[in-house]
């Protein structure tokens, strides 16, 4: 394929679906198989960059790359790490908005796997059922885990988040940073992006704009 042709086609922010794109065969090794596979690959491209792996800095350095790569970067590809989200019956009868503000997104672009760093501000409105803050946090964690694009992240913890809690009244908003627009290519190093999903009764514009007001961005009068 046309490189450039390539290079086009990664910019695009846009899947087939919500659900990240996996290989059927994507859980038929063991993390610790996957560790020595990518060990050896990266090995070859430290090699192939003209560096010396009998230096005493870089020879564990295929070893340590490939452990960050399995068991910490991207351990929201494995489905047996996702967190259960306990929830609780509403028995207080709250039916105003909760709002978990500022959590800590540490994942990687899927295009040129660079670092994308930010915040998540997310806020629902219970009906029958509540969850614990924690849990939250920890969705937000798994799913920022793994290759992503900042729409798909957004709109994976909206679903998770409706289904538990069964009501569609969720509102998620990431504002971040993105390594691959910093780093390289236009290497704007102030922008950030914001990405915006919700439904149910934050449709209505007004609440909206009380999520808005809360986390203290500009909203619309």
Same mark, same amino acid.
């Given at each position: 394929?046309?490189k450039n042709k390539i290079e086009l086609e990664g910019d695009h922010h846009f899947s087939s ?8 065969? %994507? ?15 990266? &090995? ?18 295929? +070893? ?36 978990e503000q500022n959590i800590t997104i540490n994942s990687s672009c899927e295009h040129h796997f ?5 915040? %998540?501000?997310? %806020? ?18 798994? +799913? ?44 704007? &190093? ?15 514009? &007004? ?11 500009? +909203?619309?009068?």
């Open positions: 394929m046309n679906n919500v659900e990240t794109p996996m290989s059927p065969n %994507a859980f038929k090794k063991t993390d610790d198989q996957k560790i020595v596979t990518i060990q050896g690959f990266f &090995k070859q491209i430290m090699e192939e960059l003209g560096l010396d792996l009998t230096d005493d800095s870089l020879s564990g350095t295929p +070893y340590r790359f490939a452990k960050m790569y399995v068991k910490e970067l991207f351990y929201g590809l494995n489905p047996i790490n996702k967190p259960k989200l306990s929830t609780f019956n509403n028995t207080y009868g709250y039916q105003k908005m909760l709002v660079l670092p994308i760093t930010g915040v %998540a501000h997310i %806020a629902y409105i219970p009906e029958k059922k509540v969850v614990g803050l924690s849990k939250i946090n920890r969705l937000v964690d798994y +799913y920022a885990h793994r290759p992503q694009v900042q729409e798909r992240l957004c709109l994976q913890i909206v679903k998770d988040l409706q289904e538990a809690l069964e009501t569609k009244s969720v509102i998620v908003m990431v504002v971040a940073k993105h390594l691959c627009v910093s780093s390289r290519g236009i290497k704007d &190093k102030n922008s950030f992006t914001t990405t915006l999903e919700f439904g149910g009764k934050f449709e209505d514009v &007004k609440s909206r704009n009380e999520f808005l007001k809360i986390i203290n961005i500009p +909203y619309v009068e």
